[in-house]
Nanobody, 118 residues
Framework: QVQLVESGGGLVQAGGSLRLSCAAS????????MGWYRQAPGKQREAVAV???????TYADSVKGRFTASRDLAKNTVYLQMNSLKPEDTAVYFC????????????WGQGTQVTVSS
């Protein structure tokens, strides 16, 4: 099992920045990728950024050029630097980790609220 704990959410004005962090614990050697998802009220959860253990990073089109995801493998931590925030970025942001087993286990953090005011 993998446990994920997020931090860093909050309220920011449009155009501002926030940095989210997510620390993994437990069976961290089984993690093959980590990333961030978000869910806005009334909408489905969507992927924001995913980083594999090799460092390959994939971003949602809506955040490309504004958000940067990074990982510290030694600290089992993933970060999301969010710049030029827009009101439509308002959502609960969830940290995610993929395991190595079959079927692939998905692990989730508790979520952290990001609110961008206009």
């Amino acid at each position: 099992q993998v446990q994920l704990v997020e931090s860093g959410g909050g309220l920011v004005q449009a155009g501002g920045s926030l940095r989210l962090s997510c620390a993994a614990s437990g069976s961290t050697r089984s993690i093959t990728a980590m990333g961030w998802y978000r869910q806005a009220p009334g909408k489905q959860r969507e992927a924001v950024a995913v980083i594999t253990n090799s460092g390959t990073t994939t971003y949602a089109d809506s955040v490309k050029g504004r958000f940067t995801a990074s990982r510290d493998l030694a600290k089992n931590t993933v970060y999301l630097q969010m710049n030029s925030l827009k009101p439509e970025d308002t959502a609960v942001y969830f940290c995610n980790a993929l395991g190595r087993a079959i079927p692939i286990p998905f692990y989730w953090g508790q979520g952290t609220q990001v609110t961008v005011s206009s």
